[in-house]
């Protein structure tokens, strides 16, 4: 099946959302630090980065409208976590981006 002009124009978008959202080296490390946990405050972020914590707020913002990372209220506080699907996905985009402009360019899979 062949994509209309439309939705390659949109999926190009998304992961150009994406890959802005990743273009920061503090959203890096944010990601990071939520990996390594199954998710954590803003607060938690704040102490383990130093950043102030309005920095880490609008970070957290950019991640999470990229749909990277998830937000969920938790009373008085907000926990975000990394949606592991969003970022294997632009994994996935990329190596396709990459294989389709230079073919042979990526490494063989051993299976």
Known sequence: MIESPETCCADSRAIALRLAALSHPARIEILKHLSASSCCSCREVVDH???AQSTVSQHLKILVE????RFEADRQRSRYAVDHTA???VCAALNQLVASC???SLPKRQD
């Open 87 to 89: 970022l294997a996905g």
């Open 102 to 104: 230079c073919p042979g």
């Open 66 to 69: 990229a749909g990277l990372v």
């Open 49 to 51: 980065l130093e950043l």
